[in-house]
C-alpha cells in the first residue's frame, strides 16, 4: 500500500465541536461536471429603492414606515418564525410523539442605509457599528432567551430574498439542535481535558499553519479540520471570549478588519459577491448566563455553498442527506487557495 | 393563553430517530415570497442519447461501452467517492485531529434502458426489477461492506446530472453519520420498550391516522411527525423487516405498487417531475451481519425540496445550518395534501 495523503486519498475526519464525520474525497474533483449550473445574478442593485422594505424611508409589509437611518438598523420580522407567545402542546401521549413549547422573537438587521453595497465593500468603522450592534442584540435579547442565533444568508443562493445587507437574529426559549450539540462537547471536552475546547483548537491550528487563511492581534480565521463545505472558515478570537458583549473595543475593531478582509478573499475568488449563511455561536444567555459556561467559546461558522465556480455549487444531496456528508477537496488545499487570494477586492481594484 | 393548534402555534418536535429537534412555524406559510425562483426544466429528454454515458451502448468516460441492457443495469462509477483501496492515514497526534481510514465501492444502477421515463412512469413489473436489483446489490456489497447506502438524486434541483432514470450505491468500510445515530437511537429504544422503535412507529401512525399518506397490505408511507422537509415521507414495511433482501415476492410487488402511486402523487402536486433525494436504511451488513440488529426496522426516506410551487423550494440555509431545522407547514397539513392528490399520474390522464 503508497503512503498516505489526504489530497489523493479518501479518509473520513471527525468534528469534536458537533460530534460528526465528513468523508473527505479530494480525487473526486478530477470529475467533469454536467450538472446544474445557478443562475448568475448580475444586475445591479439600485442605492435606494423606496419599494424595498429594507430600505430607509420604505413602508414594511406591515404598514410602519422605516425611519431614515444612517447605520444599522433593527426592526422585528415581519413574518417571524418565532413570537412571543405560544400557547404550551401540552404533555405528550406517547415517547415516539414528543412536542414541546418554542418561543422567541425573530428580528431583521439592516448593516447599512445603501442597497448596493455588503460587508467587504464596508469600512471597517462601518463594519464596526454592526459589530457592536450584534453585541447589543445579544445583550438585550439574552437578557430573557437562553439562546440568541444571529445569522446572515447572502446571496439568492442562499434563499436570501433581499439584496440589501442585512442580517437576521433569532432569540429562542429553548436550546436549539447545534447549540446543544456544541454544548455537550465543549462541556465534555473541557471535564477531559481541563480547558475549552475551541481555545486549545485556536492553538493547535496557530502551530500547525495549514490550514490558517488569515491571523490578526485578536483573531484567525481558518479553514477547520472537519469542514464540509468547500471554503467554509470559523472566525476565532485568540482570548477566551464567551459571548459577543465581552468583545473589548480592540477586539472590535480588529475582527472588524478581519471580516474585511476575510469576505474580500471570499469575492476574490470567483470575482463575484460570494453567497454563504454565516453565523455567531456562543455561551448560552437568559436567567442561566451567569452559570458556568466556561467551557465555551465564541466563534463564527462561514457556510459558503460553491465549489468550482461561480455557477457550480456543492449539493448536499442523497448521500450527505441519507448517510454523511462528503467534500471534493481538502480543507488544507481551500485554505491553501484562500491565503493566496489579494486582500483587496476586486471591485475596488485601481484599473 | 389559548388553546393550541399546530398549524398555528409554533413548537418544537422530536425525531426519535435520528435524535434531533425541528420547529414548526406553520404561521410562517402566509409570508410572501419574493426570494429565488427555480428555473424550470421542461426541455423534453429524447428516449435515446447515444452521447449520455447511462444509455445502452453509450460509451462512458473510461472508455467502456454499455451493453444493450433492457432492464435495470449496474455498474461502477467512473469518478467514485469511495474506492477499495486507500492508505489508512495512521493514528492521530491529538484528540481535536482525528482522521480515520475510508474503503469503498460507489456504483450506478440504471433503472430502464429509456431516458425519458422516472419510476412513476415505469410499470409495477419494471419497478419490481428495481426493487429486486436493489436488494442483490445489498447482498452482493453487504457481503464484504458493513453499510450498503442506496440513494436517488432526482432532479436538477438536487445536484442530478444526468436526468436517465438512475441511482447510486455507495458502500463503506464504516457506519456514516447517520447511520450511526439511527442505529443508537434504535439500540436505546429496543432496550428500554423492548420493540424496534419503526415498528411501534408505524403501528401507533396507522391508528392516529392524520400522517398517513399511502397504505397497503404490506406497507404504509406517511409525513413523519418530525418531518423537516415540506413533504418529507418514510416509508415503512408492516411486517418487521431488517433489510431489502428479506423481502418476500409479494412485499416486492406492493412495494412496487405503493412507490408508483407515492411518486404519481408527488408529481401531481405541482404537475411536475418533483425532485428528491431519497434513500435506504436497513440494519447493517458485512462481517456482523449476523449479529444482533433486531432492533432495526428497514424504511426508505424521501426528501423533497419544494415547498410552495415547481419553482419555490424550502431553503435549508442559515438558521436550519447554525441552529435548527425549521418547516412552514405542518406534517398533518403535508400528509393531507397529499393524501388528497389523485393516484393516476398527470401525464397518463385521458385528455
Ligand atoms: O450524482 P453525482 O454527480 O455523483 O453527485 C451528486 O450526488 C453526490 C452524492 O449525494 C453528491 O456528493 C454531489 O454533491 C452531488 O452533486
Ligand atoms: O430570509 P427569510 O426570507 O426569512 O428566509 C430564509 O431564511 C430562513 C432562516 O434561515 C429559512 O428558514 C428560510 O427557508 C429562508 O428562505
Redesign the pocket.
Known sequence: ASVFRASEHQHIRYNPLQDEWVLVSAHRMKRPWQ?QVEPQHVETVPRHDPLNPLCPGAVRANGEVNPHYDGTFLFDNDFPALQPDAPDPGPSDHPLFRAEAARGVCKVMCFHPWSDVTLPLMSPPEIRAVIDAWASVTEELGAQYPWVQIFENKGAMMGCSNPHPHCQVWASSFLPDIAQREERSQQAYQSQHGEPLLVEYGRQELLRKERLVLTSEHWLVLVPFWAVWPFQTLLLPRRHVRRLPELTPAERDDLASIMKKLLTKYDNLFEMSFPYSMGWHGAPTGSEVGAKWDHWQLHAHYYPPLLRSATVR???????MLAQA?RDLTPEQAAERLRALPEVHYQLKAN
Do not use: L
Request: glycine share 22%; hydrophobic share 35%; net charge neutral.
Open positions: 450538472g456543492k449539493f448536499m444531496v442523497g448521500y450527505e462528503q
